[in-house]
């Protein structure tokens, strides 16, 4: 029988520890998810034609690809964004792709040589890295979708 104005019982021992436990499993689930610690960040700049070049044939691509899952994009316009909290060398052109993990810069692709080359350079800064877990694509693969390599390099260069 229940009692409306029954004092609530106390919880005990053992439900406390479950909701700490609980909790701080919740917390190592989040830490285990952040392990990947590379990201691939593109500096960019206003009115670059090859930033929008590459936004035209990687930008819709590039969050659907296994490249998204080793190394996250991040943009950075040098135009209007602070420079990131990393350590890297000095930017002259604009895409320049840098790779980075554990705040430091393990490499870059400067400009934008088209959309196949794009993911050959990339698939070989990410070589660099240590191998992921799980499923891999296979070497010199890009993914479905990707046309004939442009016939130029492109980037454009930085005024300081």
Known sequence: MNYINAAPMPASHGLRFGILALAALCVAALISSGTNAAELVMFRSDGCPWCAKWDSEIGPIYPKTEFNRRAPLRQINLDR????????????YTPTFVLVEDGKEVGRIEGYPGDEFFWVRLEKLLALLPPPSGPQLEPGVAPQGVSAPAPRVGHVERRL
């Open 81 to 92: 964004d602070s420079d990131p909290a990393f350590a890297h060398a000095p930017i002259h």
